[in-house]
T-cell receptor, first 108, second 113 residues
């Protein structure tokens, strides 16, 4: 079983839609969680950290469910510029483990 | 800060040639990571260093791959001899500590013909 699993998508949504991604992690000792964003032919960049209590940054909301070992990312009012691949990340005693990513296409 | 700097950005070479990828981490970061990314396998960790010391190289595909970090501001990933299946984007990343947020360089796009 892969350590961090994500639905690869693609998710094709119209502008203004709300879209949610989930990801599961297998290492119950994982302590830190993040979402990274990767644009086509670019490097991954940190989108936001994921805190136990959940956190929000503008249109983006991240949540952590330790009991079920999953992380979610909610994007409200999708923009064309949100089109990218979103990587779910978990860490434990080892460096960050990246999921393969979920591809999002926001369509006009 | 300039961020993580990788060179070259693109490399095209012929099978059997030696390839050397270079990385300068963010100043003050103690951990450095080398990744390979392909469509099929996603982002794979090849090796990482803490304080210039290789900690885990279990992701290195085979003996043709080697990595060094002679000082805190420079690392190399070498492939010798290169093969077409090595074609991928290679990223270098650095962080303050191994489990912390990683910052990626722009990557080296390698094509082995």
């Amino acid at each position: 079983r892969k350590e961090v699993e994500q639905d690869p998508g693609p998710f094709n949504v119209p502008e203004g839609a709300t879209v949610a991604f989930n990801c599961t992690y297998s290492n119950s000792a994982s302590q830190s969680f993040f979402w990274y964003r990767q644009d086509c032919r670019k490097e991954p960049k940190l989108l936001m950290s994921v805190y136990s209590s959940g956190n929000e940054d503008g249109r983006f909301t991240a949540q952590l469910n330790r009991a079920s070992q999953y992380i979610s990312l909610l994007i409200r009012d999708s923009k064309l510029s949100d089109s990218a691949t979103y990587l779910c990340v978990a860490s434990g005693n080892t460096p960050l483990v990246f999921g393969k990513g979920t591809r999002l296409s926001v369509i006009a | 800060d300039a961020g993580v700097i990788q060179s070259p950005r693109h490399e095209v070479t012929e099978m059997g040639q030696e390839v050397t990828l270079r990385c300068k981490p963010i100043s003050g970061h103690n951990s450095l990571f080398w990744y390979r990314q392909t469509m099929m396998r996603g982002l794979e960790l090849l090796i990482y260093f803490n304080n210039n010391v290789p900690i885990d190289d279990s992701g290195m595909p085979e003996d043709r791959f080697s990595a060094k970090m002679p000082n805190a501001s420079f690392s190399t990933l070498k492939i010798q001899p290169s093969e077409p299946r090595d074609s991928a984007v290679y990223f270098c990343a650095s962080s303050l500590l191994a489990g912390n947020i990683q910052y990626f360089g722009a990557g080296t796009r390698l094509s082995v013909l």
